[in-house]
T-cell receptor
């Protein structure tokens, strides 16, 4: 089955700097890659997603890139703010089937 | 606004008792809903896929007789943790797909503590 690895496990950045979180997946048939932000004790919130027919997608300060050949995808957050501090999860799925999540990245934005 | 609700948001129970958690899709008829478990400082692990009008599909290692799932309507799925033990203490979260079937929206979660 699918296996998703996520790095780094923790990331500390200065406010205003960029943050990059990377994930690799094992199933070449996976075609949907969402990113979720989860604050302590809260639900995961979908922040951006990308499908396998696209290489890059951007939404304001957040962007996701996908390299299907290498089977990895990355989350990029620019101009980080303290409210970006949270746990971020990547995930992968195939054809609308179950999501397989990465282990998560704790992002701390220092002001 | 939220498209998936869960009830209760937290529950404390004694070891050996059963607990029912409800998951409602508020704006969309969901033939499929998902149940996840999240232990502290860990990722979300899929427990089962809940299918309206049919039996749930459980992930490997999840006891179907212990975690009973019922999806009796297009807007409600329930998870019952039977004979709960302290090791079942966790954050249980449901989700449903959106109009794009691969997109999932999560409920607020239920914090279960078994004493």
């Amino acid at each position: 089955g699918e296996n998703v690895e996520q790095h780094p496990s923790t990331l500390s950045v200065q406010e205003g700097d960029s943050a990059v979180i990377k994930c690799t997946y094992s199933d070449s048939a996976s075609n949907y890659f969402p990113w979720y932000k989860q604050e302590l004790g809260k639900r995961p919130q979908l922040i951006i997603d990308i499908r396998s027919n696209v290489g890059e997608k951007k939404d304001q300060r957040i962007a996701v890139t996908l390299n299907k050949t290498a089977k990895h995808f990355s989350l990029h957050i620019t101009e980080t703010q303290p409210e970006d501090s949270a746990v971020y999860f990547c995930a992968a799925s195939r054809d609308g089937n179950k999501l397989v999540f990465g282990a998560g990245t704790i992002l701390r934005v220092k002001s | 606004g939220a498209v998936v609700s869960q009830h209760p948001s937290w529950v404390i129970c004694k070891s050996g008792t059963s607990v029912k958690i409800e998951c409602r899709s508020l704006d969309f008829q969901a033939t499929t809903m998902f149940w996840y478990r999240q232990f502290p400082k860990q990722s979300l692990m899929l427990m089962a896929t809940s299918n309206e009008g049919s039996k749930a599909t459980y992930e490997q290692g999840v006891e179907k007789d212990k975690f009973l799932i019922n999806h009796a309507s297009l807007t409600l799925s329930t998870l019952t943790v039977t004979s709960a033990h302290p090791e079942d203490s966790s954050f249980y979260i449901c989700s449903r797909s959106g109009r794009a079937p691969d997109t999932q929206y999560f409920g607020p979660g239920t914090r279960l503590t078994v004493l």
